[in-house]
């Protein structure tokens, strides 16, 4: 049973971990005037005491840290740990995070040779963490029933190579169209995947401007136009049709103002998924008080997507199998908040709220940087796909070793990095499913492949 160890090179990933976790952060600490003085708690035990702390523990105690603390040979007290956590905690944290982003990119992409037809696949959604009152002036939540502050994270994923390629917090209640500062990572030659919460017609065309596709689902009732300009009555259209798939040249929006050349892509849906489709929306419309028209309930019967991806790139057989990747940040948000502790963060004050988000971000981008280059096997095994959730529990096995390495030699954090990787290749993978295949089955078995 072969592996891709092969592909992974060793030294070069040990050697980002190690040049992370070096003395090298006394700088940033001493710039966020986190270190004033000398102390054995200096930056980087902090930093390693932090991220490998709730790497081995999402829901440790600040009585766990200093027990970590002691494995280092530091001693410190609960009431130590706390005194450490302030502002300028906050700072130094925060910045470390915005490293780790930098650093921790895989270049390996993933061995499906129509997919590397694009120069990236980028995936936007966010999340929300509920927080404190007490930080309602600096993160408002939604309001109604929800939290009164909460936090908004943004994720930009780089689906090709495995990357978090972006991550932003804002205030919960920040609307996710408002949200553009993606287009500052979108790449000429790249796809760009977004549900229905960031339908921007001004993005849309940001994207096209930048030499890139974008690929999301229609928003009704955005304007259709023919490529001669007349506008498209939909309803009308999908009536007069009898083929389960349909495709249209067509322009976006408004004619004075945006005229988007892009593919419309229309797939039929069994009736019974559309009335269960249907069933839900007006359950959620009740709840709000709201009324649905007619036209709107019969455009559930179908799954409609816009793209300005060429067929060359991008075949209507290979539309709806490729939106469907962007499911893949609904398991990254599960990862965080269930297996990482993002959800565990509890509500205490402000300082020890973000100190540890941003330190337990630092090691999610870890793991994500670990898992990036392993996601699908080789021939032994094919067909089977990386769990993320899996590797989240062989590195917590193995985070107090990681940790303790990290003191010594760099050949001695190799060694202990190596077992990390031979156990996330034995055990790490999920079963292969015959009769609902993962999207990597899905993508590789597909006329993608």
């Known amino acids: 049973m072969k592996s891709n160890t092969k592909k992974l090179d060793l030294q070069s990933i040990g050697k980002k971990i190690t040049e992370f976790f070096s003395p090298s952060v006394e700088i940033i600490a001493r710039q966020t005037k986190f270190v004033q003085r000398n102390s054995p708690l200096n930056g980087l035990n902090y930093l390693k005491i932090g991220v490998f702390g709730f790497l081995e523990n999402p829901g440790a105690s600040l009585n766990d840290l200093a027990q970590v603390s002691l494995d280092l040979g530091i001693k410190v007290t609960p009431q130590g740990m706390d005194e450490r956590i302030n502002p300028f905690s906050v700072a130094f944290m925060r910045s470390m995070f915005h490293q780790a982003i930098e650093v921790f990119k895989s270049q390996i992409p993933l061995a499906l040779p129509a997919l590397q037809l694009f120069t990236a696949i980028n995936i936007v959604d966010s999340t929300v963490k509920e927080l404190p009152d007490s930080m309602v002036t600096e993160y408002p939540g939604c309001g109604g029933n929800g939290p009164m ?229 080789d021939e032994g095994w094919s067909g089977r796909e990386i769990s993320t959730i899996q590797v989240r529990k062989v590195v917590a096995r193995y985070a107090s070793r990681l940790n303790q390495s990290l003191s010594d030699d760099e050949s001695d954090f190799i060694i202990v990095l190596r077992r990390v990787i031979d156990q996330i290749v034995r055990f790490g993978f999920k079963q292969k499913r015959r009769k609902n295949p993962n999207v990597c089955q899905r993508l590789a078995s597909s006329s993608l492949a």
Request: overall charge positive; proline content about 3%.
């Open 149 to 377: 502050a909460s936090m908004k994270i943004q994720l930009v994923f780089e689906f090709l190579r495995g990357n978090l390629k972006q991550v932003a917090l804002q205030a919960g209640r920040a609307a996710d169209h408002a949200y553009q500062d993606y287009l500052m990572v979108v790449e000429q030659g790249s796809l760009n995947l977004m549900d229905l919460g960031y339908f921007c017609l001004d993005a849309f065309r940001e994207i096209a401007n930048k030499g890139a596709y974008f690929l999301s689902r229609y928003l009704y009732p955005t304007a259709l136009l023919t490529p001669e300009g007349k506008r498209i009555d939909l309803v009308s259209l999908l009536q007069q049709q009898t083929a389960e798939t349909i495709e249209h040249s067509i322009l976006l929006g408004n004619p004075t103002h945006y005229r988007l050349p892009c593919r419309l892509v229309i797939l039929h849906l069994p009736l019974a998924v559309a009335e269960e489709r249907r069933r839900k929306t007006k359950a959620r419309a009740a709840k709000r008080g709201e009324t649905l028209t007619a036209k709107y309930l019969f455009l559930l019967g179908w799954t409609i997507f816009l793209t300005n991806a060429p067929v060359t790139l991008l075949s209507l057989e290979q539309v709806a199998c490729l939106y469907r990747v962007r499911w893949q940040i609904e398991l990254i948000f599960k990862l965080w908040k269930s297996y990482c502790g993002l959800k565990h963060i509890a509500h205490w004050r402000r300082e020890r709220v973000l100190t540890e988000l941003y330190t337990k971000m630092i090691g999610i981008i870890l793991i994500h940087f670990l898992v990036a280059p392993l996601r699908i096997p």
